[in-house]
């Protein structure tokens, strides 16, 4: 039993540090958006669509001077996959940090938003990200507006996805 309370304290202190170091890069953030904007990924494709026996699967791909972004909405697993591409971080160890708010395409009613984040040494990372803790109607039509960030360790250098992400969006179909 004392073997657990120490792995529970353990993982207890750990997220707190990670908590404040979020904050802290959060905060970071922010201030380097307001002064520098160069990091940012600039939107130059807003999104593709495919077609494939009448399932609409769309991707957004966003490059910038720094790297790509990439969202993929897998309707089986009713997940987002997700991949940045940072050449400037190669060898680097990058944490991403994002988070999705979903409408309706229809009405543009608000449902929720999801978050997810993920890591790894660059240049390239990916992962993905279930649809949790909002609720959607199976054959509904949705958008996804992504914001999000990649901090570069130990430099703490902030790589951003661009605005576009979200003001364009990807739709998908629940």
Do not use: H
Not at 4 to 29: E, P, R, T
């Amino acid at each position: 039993m004392k073997k657990y309370f120490k792995i529970l304290i353990a993982l207890s202190v750990i997220f707190i540090i990670g908590k404040s170091f979020f904050n802290m890069s959060y905060a970071q953030a922010e201030d380097q958006i307001s002064e520098n904007t160069d990091n940012t990924f600039e939107m130059y494709e807003a999104k593709k669509m495919e077609e494939d026996n009448n399932v609409i699967t769309p991707f957004g791909t966003f490059w910038g001077s720094d790297g790509t972004a990439t969202f993929n909405y897998m309707p089986t697993a009713r997940s987002f996959s997700w991949t940045l591409n940072i050449p400037a971080a190669s060898g680097a160890f990058l944490s991403f940090t994002c988070r999705a708010d979903i409408y309706t395409q229809s009405t543009g009613a608000f449902k929720g938003s999801m978050y997810f984040s993920g890591g790894g040494y660059g240049p390239s990372i990916s992962g993905v990200a279930d649809i949790n803790g909002v609720s959607l109607t199976k054959g509904v039509s949705y958008i996804a507006r992504f914001q999000g960030e990649a901090v570069e360790s130990p430099s703490l250098k902030v790589y951003y996805v661009s605005p576009q992400a979200y003001d364009n969006g990807i739709p998908f179909m629940y």
